[in-house]
């Protein structure tokens, strides 16, 4: 991995003394924080830190969104099956009530023939 470099040409006098800094450069690197110089590209310490920051909680995100899919494919099918059963036990209800109904009209129909 390798930090995102910065042109010296971009670094302005501020950055030269640390004191007469705006709040927002102060966000950015003081050439003492400054790794090493190489082919007129500077690597700031900072960024190469916060940079490798990131890459470890996005590491650590793509683990968790792994386990979060392993999750929800393991919920999805207990809902599915879940709802197979609630299914599988209204349609045994509703098989249940059509009988007791049949068998009821059936009586009904042998008491009046007969």
């Known amino acids: 991995f390798l930090p ?3 042109p010296v ?3 302005h006098t501020p950055y030269l003394d640390p004191a007469s800094r705006s709040d927002f450069d102060s966000a ?3 050439l003492a924080e400054v790794c090493y110089i190489s082919s007129g590209t500077l690597y700031p310490a900072r960024l190469a830190a916060e ?3 990131c890459h470890e909680i996005f590491a650590r995100t793509v683990v968790c969104m792994a386990r979060c899919q392993r999750i929800f ?3 999805s099918r207990r809902a599915i ?3 197979l059963m609630t299914l ?3 349609l045994t209800t509703t098989r249940s009530r059509l009988d007791k109904g049949q068998r009821a009209a059936e009586g009904l129909a042998e008491r009046i023939c007969s």
């Open 81 to 83: 099956e879940l709802s």
């Open 4 to 6: 995102i470099p910065l």
């Open 73 to 75: 494919a393991l919920a």
């Open 88 to 90: 599988s036990a209204g």
């Open 9 to 11: 040409h971009n670094l």
């Open 28 to 30: 950015l690197p003081t």
């Open 51 to 53: 940079a490798n920051r």
